[in-house]
């Protein structure tokens, strides 16, 4: 569903392909420049309270109807923290005292193309849970009991979340293994 950017943004030629360091990019003849499609940032947030994570059911493609983790892209001039903390109160209605980056994965969109990940670990949670406009639904799930994610990155991050606590119980219980 990505368009393919067929004239320059800048002088509205028509764009060429031409190879650059090995990648084929869209070369503009007329600005005699390259035109680099770079990936979009979204954010992934964790948030854990009470040992439950909180998730969102989306109202919006992609993924209408499924789960995800709270996030969205990051706007211009913004941190990834910062826009995970603002995803996370549009999103929920809850906001963080504390927004830590913990992971950056890659998940390739088809309708955004390749979208950079940071998974931020979100702590100091307050306010009233409640739905955004773009969600169904916002609520913790006990890590066991977890729906199906629409993001391969969310799983991962997620994955790696629950990975994280069982050796953290583990060490709680004074066991190894």
Request: with cysteine; net charge positive.
């Amino acid at each position: 569903m990505r368009k393919k950017l067929i004239y320059c943004p800048y002088c509205s030629a028509r764009f060429e392909d031409k190879k650059e360091h090995g990648f084929k990019r869209h070369y503009c003849p007329k600005c005699r420049d390259f035109f680099y499609d770079n990936p979009l940032v979204g954010t992934a947030v964790v948030a854990v309270k009470a040992g439950q994570l909180l998730l969102i059911k989306r109202n919006i493609h992609p993924g209408r109807g499924m789960w995800a983790l709270p996030g969205g892209f990051a706007e211009q001039g913004e941190t990834v923290e910062a826009a995970a903390k603002r995803e996370l109160y549009e999103e929920t209605g809850l906001k963080a005292k504390k927004a830590v980056i913990d992971a950056v994965l890659t998940e390739n969109s088809f309708m955004y193309g390749t979208v950079i990940v940071p998974v931020i670990k979100a702590s100091g949670l307050t306010g009233k849970l409640k739905p955004g406009k773009d969600e169904l639904e916002a609520k913790f799930f006990d890590m066991d009991k977890l729906p199906l994610l629409v993001f391969s990155t969310h799983r991962k991050a997620v994955r790696e979340l629950i990975k994280g606590r069982g050796t953290d119980a583990q060490r709680d219980r004074g066991t190894e293994g």
